[in-house]
């Protein structure tokens, strides 16, 4: 198996993408792991002040997805994702040399906004680039070599992001960022294809008017898909749970990064750590799952590893509190992924197992749409009540929470 994976790393024009996405996927995630820290450095540990910066990385996968995907259609797909690259590599320069120093956050707010517009392009224009330089009998490895890899990248963006944040500052991180999208774009200029397109000044006026045009159509989908996860028991109860699962995920997303920053006083180094350990439950999670999903009831499967991953939430919170130790958040950030994968692998399983094939893209359309607005929605009520309690409060709140309502569907199910 290995072996054919070098086969197809050994073709040039896949190595390049292959390596340029890597590079730039690394990027994505130092970008982020770089706003905490410039947080951090301005205001301390301030839940609401994080949840604000970090929505404007959020917003653009509801406003610019939807329309991405023809845009790169019409334009060359090679220097789509190198225009995106080196555009955002200017932006994020301009973080690191100029807006750092702005005593509000909004320009901060503005360019992080359109970097990130400009980084729903690339994608797209990634998937859609492959069969042009890859042969037909490779493409399945070739796509099961970029998805792994690139969530390798994207770990390694938080854990080596904490300590390059850590050790520089957030002005080091957007530099040292900004060299990872100028690397990746200038890779990707190697790409030798022959797909055509043109970019025109006049396709800016036109994608305002597909933005709305998707957001009615988005919309339409979305309201048809949502009636058919409504309709059925099983498909009901995956929304449902993932809706519970993504508002959780939400509500501690910044309140937990607050808290470790309180609790083991780094801005971003424990948090890295935190993030790959996550990581690696998450991955070994999957992996023991696949092997023994068919053993266990679907539905009893969600609730009892939600009211599971409640406990070991609200026991973290509790002992590191007691005994502020990184290696003790490690651990628990592992055990925390290892729960936690069924949990979604679960839900999809329930929905590809009795939904209706011919509406499937609309089904999980729409439960992207939901997962994602439940996310953003309670990462700023958890982020503002955080400021008036205390993070610690609000964990554990959401924790008990969550067991209390997962413990109440599991009878439910089991009777």
């Given at each position: 198996?290995?072996?054919?994976?070098?086969?197809?790393l050994?073709?040039?024009n896949f190595?390049f993408?292959w390596l340029?996405?890597?590079?730039?996927?690394?990027?994505?995630?130092?970008t982020?792991?770089?706003?905490?820290?410039?947080?951090?450095q301005?205001?301390?540990?301030?839940?609401?002040?994080?949840?604000?910066?970090?929505?404007?990385?959020?917003?653009?996968?509801?406003?610019v997805?939807?329309?991405?995907?023809i845009?790169?259609?019409?334009?060359?797909?090679?220097?789509?994702?190198?225009?995106s690259?080196?555009t955002?590599?200017?932006?994020?320069?301009s973080?690191?040399?100029l807006?750092?120093?702005?005593?509000?956050f909004s320009?901060?707010?503005v360019?992080i906004?359109?970097?990130?517009?400009?980084?729903?392009?690339f994608?797209?224009?990634?998937?859609?680039?492959?069969?042009?330089i890859?042969?037909?009998?490779?493409?399945?490895m070739?796509?099961?070599l970029?998805?792994?890899?690139?969530?390798?990248a994207?770990?390694?963006g938080f854990?080596?992001?904490?300590?390059?944040?850590?050790?520089?500052?957030a002005?080091?991180?957007?530099?040292?960022d900004?060299i990872?999208f100028?690397?990746?774009?200038?890779?990707i200029?190697?790409?030798r294809t022959?797909?055509?397109?043109?970019?025109h000044?006049?396709d800016?006026?036109?994608?305002?008017?597909?933005?709305v045009e998707?957001?009615?159509?988005l919309?339409?989908?979305f309201?048809?898909?949502?009636?058919?996860?409504f309709?059925?028991?099983?498909?009901?109860?995956?929304?449902?749970?993932?809706?519970?699962?993504?508002?959780?995920?939400?509500a501690?997303y910044?309140?937990?990064?607050?808290?470790?920053?309180q609790?083991?006083?780094?801005?971003t180094?424990?948090?890295g750590?935190?993030?790959?350990?996550?990581?690696?439950?998450?991955f070994?999670?999957?992996?023991?799952?696949?092997?023994v999903?068919?053993?266990?009831?679907l539905?009893q499967?969600?609730?009892?590893?939600?009211?599971?991953?409640s406990?070991?939430?609200?026991?973290?919170v509790l002992i590191i509190?007691a005994?502020?130790?990184?290696?003790i958040?490690s651990?628990?950030s592992f055990f925390?992924?290892?729960l936690?994968?069924?949990?979604?692998?679960?839900?999809?399983?329930?929905?590809?197992?009795?939904?209706?094939?011919d509406?499937?893209?609309?089904?999980?359309?729409?439960?992207?749409?939901?997962?994602?607005?439940?996310?953003?929605?309670?990462?700023?009520l958890?982020s503002?009540?955080?400021?008036?309690?205390?993070?610690?409060?609000?964990?554990?709140?959401v924790?008990i929470i969550?067991?209390?309502?997962?413990?109440?569907?599991?009878?439910?199910?089991?009777?």
């Amino acid at each position: 198996m290995i072996v054919a994976y070098f086969k197809v790393l050994k073709k040039r024009n896949f190595f390049f993408l292959w390596l340029g996405q890597i590079i730039s996927q690394f990027g994505d995630r130092l970008t982020q792991i770089a706003l905490v820290g410039l947080v951090y450095q301005k205001v301390g540990a301030r839940s609401l002040e994080l949840a604000k910066i970090l929505l404007f990385t959020i917003i653009p996968v509801f406003l610019v997805s939807p329309v991405a995907g023809i845009y790169v259609d019409r334009w060359g797909k090679k220097i789509t994702m190198a225009v995106s690259d080196i555009t955002r590599g200017v932006l994020i320069l301009s973080l690191g040399l100029l807006f750092i120093h702005a005593k509000s956050f909004s320009p901060v707010y503005v360019v992080i906004f359109i970097a990130f517009c400009v980084g729903r392009f690339f994608i797209p224009a990634k998937m859609a680039i492959v069969p042009a330089i890859v042969d037909k009998k490779d493409i399945v490895m070739a796509n099961s070599l970029i998805s792994t890899t690139a969530m390798i990248a994207a770990v390694l963006g938080f854990g080596v992001g904490g300590f390059i944040v850590e050790w520089w500052g957030a002005r080091g991180g957007f530099i040292i960022d900004s060299i990872t999208f100028f690397l990746s774009g200038t890779l990707i200029l190697f790409v030798r294809t022959s797909s055509s397109g043109r970019f025109h000044p006049k396709d800016i006026v036109k994608m305002s008017k597909d933005v709305v045009e998707a957001e009615r159509s988005l919309f339409k989908e979305f309201k048809e898909g949502l009636t058919y996860l409504f309709s059925r028991e099983s498909t009901f109860f995956s929304v449902k749970m993932l809706s519970v699962l993504f508002s959780f995920l939400g509500a501690l997303y910044v309140v937990l990064i607050v808290y470790i920053q309180q609790t083991l006083g780094t801005a971003t180094k424990d948090l890295g750590i935190f993030a790959v350990w996550l990581s690696c439950g998450l991955f070994l999670g999957s992996l023991i799952y696949g092997r023994v999903a068919n053993r266990f009831s679907l539905m009893q499967t969600v609730n009892f590893m939600l009211s599971l991953v409640s406990v070991v939430l609200i026991s973290f919170v509790l002992i590191i509190k007691a005994y502020p130790s990184g290696v003790i958040a490690s651990g628990f950030s592992f055990f925390l992924g290892l729960l936690g994968a069924p949990i979604v692998i679960a839900c999809n399983s329930l929905i590809h197992r009795r939904g209706d094939n011919d509406l499937l893209g609309r089904v999980f359309s729409s439960l992207e749409v939901v997962m994602h607005f439940s996310f953003v929605v309670f990462m700023l009520l958890a982020s503002f009540l955080a400021d008036i309690f205390s993070p610690f409060a609000i964990i554990i709140t959401v924790g008990i929470i969550v067991f209390l309502f997962s413990l109440q569907s599991f009878l439910k199910t089991n009777g």
